[in-house]
């Protein structure tokens, strides 16, 4: 899909609100958000087709220019073929034209960026982990999500009601004034919008291009490095020497006695058996969803903590320094791994980046995963060669100086700040500075959406192709990417 690019003065937000379907509408529901898994498995299977034949056919001795063509994963590619699909597969035979189009235009998005994934993590062109090729969607594990981009998608002007193409109006669970008043000032303007069925709810998020002045925060030349932990959730020192604690409030542990209790209750219920057909009981049902009541209020309670704990250190320091965690493989500790989970190491900074970016304009500066904040001495600078992580109190052998471990480390990622803006190359800017790691050859940050095909093309030869064009070189583009499948 083309990626939206705001106005000057004007942000892209997100607005999520709960909803309360009725029966019928949540049956609608169900059934819209199913088609996007269908539309993906149809993608993947029709253009996984192509590979295999292929594959046999050069079993049989059949040269390259003998062999089926590549079958084309772009998403135009995807809707046209889905469109001659669609009338005569039986998969979708007597239901398709139930739901509105945009639900399986979902699901071949999904499935053009999957595979768009899979073939630059096999060039090299993708960081992280390996990318295998895309499977199929199973339909008890699958997430039931929807986009609607086009057609009627607005906010009433009651406040407590929501229109959606194809599904008509919903009420919603809670007020929606926090967006309808921008968007009768003129001040917001919605994009599209996702539903969701996560946590037993159905949820439904605006994008909107909202008007938003930004906000001066209370101290902007003091600096704030951010020590982040298990046992206290956060310890920030600011560049005037001032030290806070932020106790971790470790929602997941105080649950953890009647989540075992509720567990142990379904346990004894009679449960569905996939090998057998056997169907779940009502009391089954019943226990599964009271367990999953405290599995949703821990998720409530920690995105709470985590909004409140965030938006207070964005609106009062000029500069936030926080650490570059490895935290996929802090979680390969099983000693450690549920208590970083439930800290949401990983969702702290990501909060922060948007929230200092978007609402302040102030810095955010990652230091780098290599840096010995826990093992400098934040008085005078020496450097200790090994500081186990039992060891809770700081002991300077040059200057003496006794603090504690975290504060310690606190201090000398607030001093970082200073590194950053004389360029010293300690510490880099998330925002500007270049990534430290470059695994097999990655040049650019992951896309979460495709990029402007003008742009594209632009980059690649200087001019705008027509639009044919564009998708016979895209096309061409993926077959190359797949010589060495």
Same mark, same amino acid.
């Given at each position: ?239 005037? &020497? #001032? @030290? $806070?604690?932020?106790?971790?409030? /470790? ?6 006695? +009647? =989540?075992?209790? *509720?567990? !142990? ?80 190491? &990983? #969702? @702290? $900074?990501?909060?922060?980046?948007? /929230? ?6 102030? +810095? =955010?500066?990652? *230091?780098? !995963? ?103 070189? !895209? ?11």
């Amino acid at each position: 899909m083309k990626k939206f690019r705001p106005q000057p003065g004007f942000q892209v937000q997100a607005f999520r609100f709960a909803l309360d379907p009725n029966a019928s509408q949540e049956t609608a529901l169900r059934s819209h958000c199913g088609a996007p898994r269908a539309a993906y498995n149809w993608a993947v299977g029709w253009v996984t087709a192509s590979w295999w034949q292929r594959k046999a056919e050069e079993t049989y001795g059949i040269a390259e220019a003998g062999l089926t063509e590549w079958r084309p994963w772009s998403l135009p590619s995807l809707r046209k073929a889905f469109n001659e699909a669609k009338h005569t597969d039986s998969r979708f035979a007597g239901w398709w034209e139930e739901n509105s189009k945009e639900a399986y235009s979902t699901g071949l998005a999904n499935a053009a960026a999957a595979f768009d994934n899979y073939a630059k993590s096999k060039q090299g062109k993708r960081r992280g982990r390996r990318m295998g090729s895309p499977r199929f969607k199973s339909k008890r594990k699958a997430r039931l999500a929807c986009r609607f981009t086009t057609g009627t998608i607005r906010v009433d002007t009651g406040g407590r009601h929501v229109t959606l193409p194809r599904l008509g109006m919903i009420r919603t669970h809670e007020p929606t004034v926090k967006l309808l008043g921008r968007v009768q000032a003129g001040t917001a303007r919605i994009l599209s919008a996702t539903v969701r069925h996560e946590r037993g709810r159905w949820f439904v998020s605006f994008q909107a291009e909202v008007r938003r002045d930004l906000v001066r925060v209370a101290r902007p030349d003091v600096a704030v490095g951010i020590d982040l932990g298990v046992k206290t959730l956060a310890v920030m020192a600011d560049s005037t &020497g #001032e @030290i $806070r604690t932020v106790t971790n409030p /470790k929602h997941y542990d105080a649950a953890l006695k +009647r =989540l075992r209790r *509720a567990s !142990r209750t379904m346990s004894r219920r009679r449960g569905p058996d996939r090998r057998t057909g056997q169907k779940p009981s009502r009391r089954w049902e019943k226990a599964n969803a009271q367990r999953n009541n405290v599995h949703h209020r821990v998720a409530n309670l920690r995105e709470d903590a985590l909004h409140k704990l965030t938006t207070a250190v964005t609106a009062e320091y000029g500069t936030v320094v926080v650490e570059d965690l490895n935290v996929a493989g802090m979680l390969r500790n099983r000693r450690l791994a549920r208590r970083i989970a439930d800290a949401g190491f &990983g #969702e @702290i $900074r990501r909060r922060l980046a948007y /929230k200092t970016r978007q609402r302040h304009a102030t +810095r =955010l500066v990652a *230091a780098d !995963r290599w840096y010995p904040s826990s093992k400098t001495c934040s008085g005078c600078g020496a450097v200790k060669a090994k500081l186990p992580l039992h060891i809770r109190t700081y002991e300077c052998d040059a200057c003496n100086l006794v603090i504690d471990r975290d504060d310690n480390a606190a201090l000398n990622l607030a001093a970082l700040a200073v590194a950053c803006t004389t360029g010293t190359g300690v510490a880099g800017d998330q925002d500007t500075a270049p990534a430290a790691s470059n695994p097999r050859g990655a040049d650019r940050k992951t896309r979460a959406t495709r990029p402007r095909r003008k742009a594209e093309a632009g980059r690649a030869g200087g001019a705008t192709l027509p639009h044919q064009q564009q998708t016979e070189t !895209r096309d061409r583009t993926q077959a190359e990417a797949l010589t060495l499948w």
